[in-house]
Every structure is written in structure tokens, then in C-alpha cells.
């Protein structure tokens, strides 16, 4: 990482201070003072095994350098180190792409950072997160995350708001594929889709309960027809979701278009990407909203907001990493033994 300070004064390396960052926030830091109280705890033997070998640091010094530090350059580095620790699914990185607004760094007329974020599914490492423009939107930030990413034989799973044929071209291009979902806000498409005869193709139906529903999903795979206009596209597919709570009954069918052939992707296969696409959501940023009360955090000074966005990213990969589901638990855990998260990121 380039260090953005003067280096005259400089008494430690920015890797260090990252190192140090991300253990803390491994152990529930929320924000520059909890990093801080942190550190004070571990002791100067704790800071050593970091690189901190001039003694202490104060919240200032963080404060002052992640409000300084190349976000985009961090992402980067963050990212790829995540990407030689992802694991396969049936026998494929499979990566979702999806955006989170960090709603508490908005200062006065200025928009809060709207970040991308790729995640694997399974493993639930984070890949990389660029930020969108401020006057720009989802689609071509979610295109340059993209073009940074190694795609090299994944499959790509984006919502509806990234069905677009350049995305799918960018995909098939880096030798990936994509799952592109088409839902009735693209009423050409889905009217289209819509109007195949699903009622003449074989179905697969899985049942699901728990949490005082039952969930039925429906899967009908054809291949792509020829009007279709996205690249390599092979087959299409209309997933029904039926849910029961309560004995009330709601229904939602969506239609996917994808580059993966019936070989590699057969309609149980399909179904289970889809599904999973949703992890980013429910691992990711549910974790950073809730569990970390990103939205709420009063880190708003220059790239800062993004940079604790990119130390949270990697504490929950690197907790996942070590088997942790319940994100909450294992930073209790974490917390009541300064050693134990240095330990973690020592060893990953």
C-alpha cells in the first residue's frame, strides 16, 4: 500500500496500522476510538507481533491516515488476498455481485458512498468493492469491479438491475459466466420470457422449512431462444418461489438468463447459484448494518467511511475463514482475549 503521509515522523508502516485496524475490528471496533481503546488493551508485546515496533499508536494517527489512504489501491490489495482463499462450488468459483450504501458517512448536501462488492458464495470471502460515482449509479461501478476481478472460469450471480448486455459481454469476455436475473421492471424482457411455454417443460421443485414458513422453489430450464440478444447466452429458466407463513401464501416468478450450459449448469445447479446469490445480502451487508451499526458510524472524514467499509469486509472474511457463522458471537469472542484476533489474522 502507499503510504500517503510525509515520511519525515513517520514511526509506522501503513501495513501495520491496517494489520492493526483490522484485529480490532475483529474484536467489535466500531469506529476510530474503539481502535484506539483497543490497542491501549493488547499492550505494546501484542502491537510488536503486528510490525508496530516503535511502541504505541493513538486513534489520531488512524484517524488522520485512512481519511488519506487510496481506497481504491486498499480494495485491490484487501480483494486479491481474498481470492486465494475462496473455494469452489462444484468445482467453479461462483462470485455475487451486489451494492450497499454507507448511510451514516453523508455529510450535509453530500451523497453517502454507495459501495460494489463482490463475494464467493460459500466460503463468503470479499473479492473486492469499488465505489459507484457521485453522479453516476450501480451498473458501471459494478462493471469495474468486474474488470479487476479474476473471473478466469467463475460464474458471475447479479440481480436485476445488472441485466444489461454490456455487463454480459464483459463477463463472457474474461472467460466467466454470468446468471443475470430478469424480473417486471424490465417489462419487454420478462413479457417475453414470460410468454415461453414453461407449461410444456420439466420441472424441479424443492421444499424447504424452517423459521415458521415453508418455502417452494420451482425451476424450469429451456434452451435460450433465438431472439435473445446477450452474449453466449445458452438457456433460460423461470424460478418460482412459493412461500407459506402463517397460512398466508406469496408468490414471485423471476426469469434468468445465463452462459453456463446445460452440462455444467443443469437446472439443480441453476437453482442453487440463484439461491445463493443472496449471501452478499444476508452475510455481508446485513453483518455490516447490523452487527457493526455501519449505517450509524460517524467515520465521515475523506476515504475513511470506505476504508472501515474494506476492514469490515475483511474481518468477516477472515471470521468466516475460521468456521465463524454467527459474526456477533465471534466478535464477543474475540473481544474477551486481545491475542485471540491477532492470532486469527496470523495465521490465515
Partial sequence: MPDP??????RHPVGALIAVAVCAVMAGARGFTAIGEWVRDAGA????????????????TLRRLFARLDADRLDIVLGTWAATRTTLIAGRRVIAIDGKT????????????????????????????????????????ARALL??????????????????????????????????????????????LKALPWARMPVLTRTERGHGRRA??????????????????TQVA????TVTRKGRRTVEIVYLITSADARTAPPELLATWVQSHWEIENRLHWVRDV?????????RTGNAPRVMA??????????????????AAALRHHARDTDRSISLFLST
Avoid at 454507495?114 to 465505489?131: F, I, K, M, N, T
Avoid at 423461470?238 to 418461489?241: E, I
Avoid at 476492514?311 to 459474526?327: F, K, M, S, V
Fill in 5 to 10: 503521509r510525509r515520511r519525515r515522523g513517520v
Fill in 310 to 327: 474494506g476492514l469490515r469486509n475483511t474481518a468477516i472474511t477472515l471470521l468466516r475463514l475460521h468456521g465463524h457463522h454467527n459474526i
Fill in 238 to 241: 423461470q424460478l418460482r418461489r
Fill in 102 to 141: 454507507v448511510r451514516g458517512a453523508r455529510v450535509g448536501a453530500t451523497s453517502a458512498p454507495h459501495l460494489v462488492a463482490a463475494l464467493a458464495h460459500g466460503s463468503g470471502a470479499v473479492l473486492g468493492q469499488v465505489a459507484v460515482s457521485e453522479k453516476s449509479n450501480e451498473i458501471p461501478a
Fill in 147 to 192: 474488470e479487476i476481478l479474476d473471473l478466469d472460469g467463475a460464474v458471475v450471480t447479479m440481480d436485476a438491475l445488472h441485466t444489461h448486455h454490456d455487463t454480459a459481454a464483459l463477463v463472457t469476455e474474461a472467460r466467466a459466466d454470468y446468471v443475470l436475473t430478469v424480473k417486471a421492471n424490465q417489462k419487454s424482457l420478462y413479457t417475453q
Fill in 45 to 60: 508485546v501484542a502491537m510488536t507481533r503486528l510490525g508496530l515496533e516503535r511502541g504505541s499508536v493513538d486513534e489520531s
Fill in 291 to 299: 452487527t457493526f451499526d455501519e449505517d450509524r458510524s460517524q467515520v
Fill in 216 to 233: 417452494t422453489r420451482t425451476i424450469k430450464v429451456a434452451d435460450v431462444p433465438a431472439w435473445i440478444g446477450f452474449t453466449g447466452a
